[in-house]
Nanobody, 117 residues
């Protein structure tokens, strides 16, 4: 079992920044299996950034150059740094953990990011 706890969301003006965090606990093989998604009202959940099998990070075109993910293996924590935020970035942001070794993906509860114009 894996538990994911997210924090750092809030209200920010366009052009501002937020740093989101996700702490994992339980049967964690590697914190590098953590990715980030978001879901805006009335829309499907979409990729923000996720690791690849090659150890690189894939970013959605809509956030590339503005968002950056990082991990702290000692703390089992991942972060999503969001810069130059736009109103269209408004969404609930979720971290996930791809436990491929058990054939299951775990999700956090989400944290709300609201960007005002």
């Amino acid at each position: 079992q894996v538990q994911l706890v997210e924090s750092g969301g809030g209200l920010v003006q366009a052009g501002g920044s937020l740093r989101l965090s996700c702490t994992a606990s339980g049967s964690i093989l590697s914190i590098n299996l953590m990715g980030w998604y978001r879901q805006a009202p009335g829309k499907q959940r979409e990729l923000v950034a996720a690791p690849t099998s090659g150890g690189t990070i894939t970013y959605a075109d809509s956030v590339k150059g503005r968002f950056t993910i990082s991990t702290d293996g000692a703390k089992n924590t991942g972060s999503l740094q969001t810069n130059s935020l736009k109103p269209e970035d408004t969404a609930v942001y979720y971290c996930n953990y791809l436990a491929y070794y058990r054939g299951v993906t775990y999700w956090g509860q989400g944290t709300q990011v609201t960007v005002s114009s």
